[in-house]
């Protein structure tokens, strides 16, 4: 997808959230309701979902798509963004060392932070293509916008 076409997507995603988030501000809802707008707005979303930090594991939380593993600890994609307190973005998991795959079909990933308020890392958002090379830093930009909604004003 051509990166204007993208952005404005990403617009549109950000306004109609802004009005979806108001109605509570259980994480747990936010997140299942961002990742149902974000994998039915952009098709090549195979997975999409978040993960909550628990101590040295990873735990999956609400998602959309195929099944995903349920602990994550150790090595993978995830984890390398909590412990660089960044955002990663992988052209092609298959050159990433210690990648983790809950489904093979999974060729490019992106992983940001998702931080309370304050800036601690409670959890990660995760997003799968099953294309390479998917994602970049038009996605990092606005995906980090929206994880930045799950814990706004608490
Ligand atoms: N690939 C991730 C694991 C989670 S699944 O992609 C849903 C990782 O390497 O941490």
Redesign the pocket.
């Known amino acids: 997808m051509d990166e204007t076409r993208k952005e404005g997507r990403y617009h549109r995603i950000i306004s109609q959230l802004e009005g979806l988030l108001t109605k509570t501000d259980s994480p747990v809802a936010r997140m299942a309701t961002i990742a149902a707008v974000l994998s039915h707005k952009f098709d090549y979303f195979f ?1 999409c ?1 978040f ?1 909550f930090v628990e101590g040295d594991k ?1 735990i999956v939380g609400p ?1 959309q798509g195929p099944l ?2 349920q602990v ?1 600890q150790g ?5 390398a963004s909590v412990t660089q307190n960044q955002s990663i973005v992988v052209p092609d ?1 298959h050159q ?1 060392s ?6 093979s079909r ?1 060729n490019s ?1 992106i ?1 940001v932070p998702v931080r309370s308020e304050g800036g601690k890392i409670l959890a990660v958002l ?1 997003v ?1 293509s099953a294309e390479f090379a998917s994602f970049g830093e038009t996605d990092r930009i606005y995906l980090e916008a929206i994880a930045a909604m799950v814990y706004k004003n608490q």
């Open positions: 997975w979902g993960y990873l998602y995903a593993c994550l090595t993978g994609v995830c984890l998991v990433f210690g990648h983790i795959a809950c489904d999974s990933e992983v995760d799968d």
